[in-house]
């Protein structure tokens, strides 16, 4: 495929509400999307980088830059050099720049967007997809209160969700937790901690075995790999590591230590859908199940999310919620639940692509790059 053109467009999208973490609270949501044309076809990327460096070291202005001063250009070069570009090809030609996992995530979903779309294939075709429906869950937020958050998972379990993830940190957990399994009895139910633990509060986190959780996600730092290996040994509850996996080599490395029984797969932490497959086989090699992680993605991101969820490893309901969960207008058609899954697309490349009129009510500005 020849790259012709590359367009940078940059969205601000407001939240149907605010969503708190550990990390912060969001009202909108900055978002950069990668447009990239070649005589086939064209495709689109979602870069899941926030606004600011505090869920991980990238950001969005950062991850365009990056893209449009050190990627696109090393992409410009292979072509001019007589190169063909590829997905498969995408991330070994990018392997000089350090780091940037999720910039360099949306150049490549860009790139087999629309070389699948040339050649009528879906992702989820691509992928290996095994299922045609995926199961939902949703991620609930830090709440000021108790009452309010019942109120809230009240309301996500009346829309048909499957499981609920709660957001906990130190000082909102034990009690928080508690009030959910009283009220919503064997509801499926885990938790997200968002590295917001240390290994001296094994004892206080080993309160939560009494909740009959899925999974506590990631209670450590993300370089503590050891740490999450001895509080594994120190819980009931399984552990999953999300921070922690950045590569297949990295969830090798963590299984081997004993530091996961479950693993949350995010394409664009681990430098896109190809190697995030990867993750995929060697959980499924080592007899470790997968979800499907979500970063507040637009109908784009979340096409892509949905057809990596219906591998056959991904055995437990993802963060992949209905566009409605977070957007009250998505740039897309929007996902729905049915019967509290959602429909994995099959129309070429991503089954979704903007709505014109969508996208240019939220675009701030459009930067745009010739190859």
């Known amino acids: 495929m020849k790259v012709e053109r590359v367009e940078l467009h940059r969205l601000r999208l407001p939240l149907v509400a605010p969503f708190r973490t550990s990390f912060g609270t969001s009202t909108t949501r900055d978002v950069l999307l ?22 991980s070291a990238e950001y969005a202005d950062g991850a ?3 893209l449009r001063d050190h990627l696109l250009p090393r992409l410009a070069a292979h072509q001019r050099n007589g190169g063909v570009v590829t997905a498969a090809r995408v991330a070994p030609l990018l392997a000089g720049v350090k780091g940037h996992p999720m910039a360099k995530g949306a150049l490549e979903m860009a790139v087999l967007d629309a070389e699948l779309r040339g050649v009528g294939l879906s992702f989820a075709g691509y992928l290996g997809a095994v299922a045609d429906r995926v199961p939902a869950g949703v991620s609930v937020g830090i709440h000021p209160t108790v009452p309010e958050l019942l109120d809230a998972v009240a309301g996500y379990l009346a829309e048909g969700y499957l499981r609920i993830k709660l957001k906990i940190e130190p000082g909102w957990d034990v009690e928080p937790v508690r009030a959910v399994r009283e009220r919503f009895g064997d509801v499926l139910l885990q938790v997200d ?34 740490g ?4 594994a040994r120190r819980l009931r509850t399984p552990v999953c590591l999300d921070e922690s996996i950045t590569s297949a080599r990295a969830a090798a490395d963590a299984i081997a230590l004993g530091a996961c029984a479950v693993v949350n797969v995010k394409a664009g932490r681990v430098g896109g859908y ?23 993605e637009t109908g784009l991101g979340r096409a892509a999310n949905v057809a990596l969820a219906a591998l056959p490893g991904f055995v437990l309901p993802g963060d992949t919620s209905a566009s409605g969960r977070y957007y ?12 509290g899954h959602l429909v994995v697309p099959t129309s070429p490349g991503l ?3 903007p ?9 701030t500005s459009v930067q745009e790059v010739m190859l």
């Open 328 to 339: 009250r207008h998505d740039v897309t058609q929007p996902f729905e639940l049915d019967g």
């Open 355 to 363: 709505l014109p009129d969508a996208l240019a009510e939220v675009t």
């Open 351 to 353: 089954g979704r692509e």
């Open 64 to 66: 365009q830059q990056v």
């Open 274 to 296: 190809l190697e995030a497959r990867r993750v995929h086989d060697v959980c499924a090699a080592n007899g470790v199940p997968v979800w499907c992680g979500g970063m507040l």
């Open 193 to 226: 901690a968002n590295t917001a633990y240390r290994l001296a509060d094994a004892r206080h986190l080993a309160e939560l075995d009494a909740f009959d959780l899925l999974l506590i996600e990631q209670p450590l730092p993300e370089d503590d790999v050891r």
């Open 34 to 55: 990668v447009r990239l044309d070649s005589p086939e076809a064209t495709g689109w990327g979602e870069c899941v980088a926030d606004a600011e460096p505090t869920y």
């Open 228 to 231: 999450h290996a001895e509080l």
